[in-house]
């Protein structure tokens, strides 16, 4: 299966988390580039499910618990915008990367 069949897969089932509204991908889209129809951005429209893309880092996230804001543009009749990703970290949660790189 082609990983955006994966991905409808996921949002459509629910992927066993229960709740979820808003999930992120390390890449440009959770679609698969040659698919112009973009089967996982219709879905998440249908089911009111916010994506974000090219997030980076995410695997210095995996397993932790933290909060995450995102902060976008104000863009009138705009569906989507660049923003400011934030990763709220709980105290004394040590930060494992280099913020510089």
């Given at each position: 299966?082609?990983?955006?069949?994966?991905?409808?897969?996921?949002?459509?089932?629910?992927?066993?988390?229960?709740?979820?509204?808003?999930?992120?991908?390390?890449?440009?889209?959770?679609?698969?580039?040659?698919?112009?129809?973009?089967?996982?951005?219709?879905?998440?429209?249908?089911?009111?499910?916010?994506?974000?893309?090219n997030?980076?880092?995410?695997?210095?996230?995996?397993?932790?618990?933290?909060?995450?804001?995102a902060?976008?543009?104000?863009?009138?009749?705009?569906?989507?915008?660049?923003?400011?990703?934030?990763?709220?970290?709980?105290?004394?949660?040590?930060v494992?990367?280099?913020?510089?790189?």
């Amino acid at each position: 299966m082609k990983t955006t069949g994966k991905a409808v897969t996921l949002i459509e089932e629910g992927g066993g988390i229960k709740g979820a509204v808003n999930f992120g991908v390390d890449n440009t889209s959770p679609d698969m580039f040659l698919d112009k129809t973009y089967p996982c951005h219709t879905v998440c429209s249908e089911r009111q499910i916010t994506h974000i893309e090219n997030l980076c880092k995410l695997d210095k996230m995996v397993g932790k618990r933290f909060t995450f804001i995102a902060l976008p543009l104000r863009i009138r009749k705009g569906t989507g915008s660049p923003l400011r990703a934030v990763a709220i970290l709980p105290k004394g949660e040590p930060v494992e990367w280099d913020l510089d790189s």
